[in-house]
């Protein structure tokens, strides 16, 4: 069994900037792939940016490359994920979940993901 918590969402004027940490907890936890996830209102939940198991190699969906960033810190068990430049249409809650024992499998499919934490809610506005 694995926990993952979200935390660092919040209200954010555009062109703003957050970081969210995921922090992940219930058995070893370096080996699982990661990933972050975005559902917006009225829409289905789509991938963001999954992260290797070591870190060493990340993807990142069109409409946030250049902009948000997803690291890890193994010793923490805790993911992160960088948003700079933030626009409205990046408002969503943000899940961060865990693809467990995949290595070094990236996966952009939400079905690939097998605990998924809480949410942590990114409003961008004026």
């Known amino acids: 069994q694995v926990q993952l918590v979200e935390s660092g969402g919040g209200l954010v004027q555009p062109g703003g900037s957050l970081r969210l940490s995921c922090v992940a907890s219930g058995r070893t936890y370096s080996k699982d792939a990661m990933g972050w996830f975005g559902k917006a209102p009225g829409k289905g939940g789509e991938f963001v940016a999954p992260?290797?198991?070591?870190?060493?190699?990340?993807y990142y969906a069109e409409f946030v490359k250049g902009r948000f960033t997803i690291s890890r810190d193994n010793a923490k068990n805790t993911v992160y994920l960088q948003m700079n430049s933030l626009k409205p249409e990046d408002t969503a809650v943000y899940y961060c979940?865990?693809?467990?024992?995949?290595?070094?499998?990236?996966?952009?499919?939400?079905?690939?993901?097998?605990?998924w934490g809480q949410g942590t809610q990114v409003t961008v506005s004026s």
């Open positions: 992260i290797t198991w070591r870190g060493s190699r990340t």
């Open positions: 979940a865990a693809n467990i024992d995949a290595y070094g499998v990236l996966t952009t499919s939400l079905s690939a993901y097998d605990y």
